[in-house]
């Protein structure tokens, strides 16, 4: 099972990037996804959380910013993030409980994306 991370790049402040995450591979059921990200010189922090039937949540400092939504069909979670700041400069991962089978399930991480919000 993989998780590929995509989208990041850099943008002015006020701007908009759309993350994806795919996941590939043995797949029997995905159940909750997430975005966390890691600022420069600080600890990873989640960002953003779906459930399998839709259900998102968000942390403080995007919550009105950015939407997270799936696609189950596809494997795939979104992140839609707008009014960027320069303090949501950071490397972006998504995660989420794969179940290769009806028994055994894992969280697995993507590689990282870079989002630079930067004039």
């Known amino acids: 099972v993989q998780l590929q991370a995509s989208g990041g790049g850099l943008v002015q402040p006020g701007g908009s990037l759309r993350l994806s995450c795919a996941a590939s591979g043995n797949i029997f059921r995905i159940e909750n996804m997430n975005w966390y990200r890691q600022p420069p010189g600080k600890q990873r922090e989640l960002v953003a959380a779906?459930?399998?039937?839709?259900?998102?949540r968000y942390t403080n400092p995007v919550e009105g910013r950015f939407t997270v939504s799936r696609v189950n069909a596809k494997n795939t979670m979104y992140l839609q993030m707008d009014s960027l700041k320069p303090e949501d400069t950071a490397v972006y991962y998504c995660?989420?409980?794969?179940?290769?089978?009806?028994?055994?399930?894992?969280?697995?991480w993507g590689q990282g994306t870079q989002v630079t919000v930067s004039s």
């Open positions: 779906i459930t399998r039937r839709g259900t998102a």
């Open positions: 995660n989420a409980d794969i179940a290769t089978s009806p028994s055994d399930s894992w969280f697995y």
